[in-house]
């Protein structure tokens, strides 16, 4: 079992910053892949994006990249994700989740889920 947490979220203005962060326990890492999701008020839980096991292949939703960043630190079973240039439409609940498979974009892959961190956008 993998047993995950998220912290970092909180109320920024368009344009701010911020950084997610995920601690992982209960196990290493280092086998799974991880990825961010986030989920708004009536909309389904979306993929953000995703990082295979040593970190060397991410991926990203298309309306984050170049905004966004996921990296991974397995020494300190912890997995991160930078968020620049925020805009209002990316308030959301976001959620860490880990999968057995090397990356992955969809739900259904991953096994493991965080309880989510609110991020709130205001124009």
């Known amino acids: 079992q993998v047993q995950l947490v998220e912290s970092g979220g909180g109320l920024v203005q368009a344009g701010g910053s911020l950084r997610l962060s995920c601690t992982a326990s209960?196990?290493?890492?280092?086998?799974?892949?991880m990825g961010w999701f986030r989920e708004a008020p009536g909309k389904v839980r979306e993929f953000v994006a995703g990082?295979?096991?040593?970190?060397?292949?991410?991926d990203y939703r298309d309306i984050v990249k170049d905004r966004f960043t996921i990296s991974r630190d397995n020494a300190k079973n912890m997995v991160y994700l930078q968020m620049n240039s925020l805009k209002v439409e990316d308030t959301a609940v976001y959620y860490c989740?880990?999968?057995?498979?090397?990356?992955?974009?969809?739900?259904?892959?991953?096994?493991?889920w965080g309880q989510g961190t609110q991020v709130t956008v205001s124009s």
């Open positions: 989740a880990a999968t057995e498979f090397y990356s992955c974009s969809g739900t259904g892959c991953y096994s493991f």
């Open positions: 990082i295979s096991w040593s970190g060397q292949s991410t």
């Open positions: 209960g196990r290493s890492i280092s086998g799974y892949g």
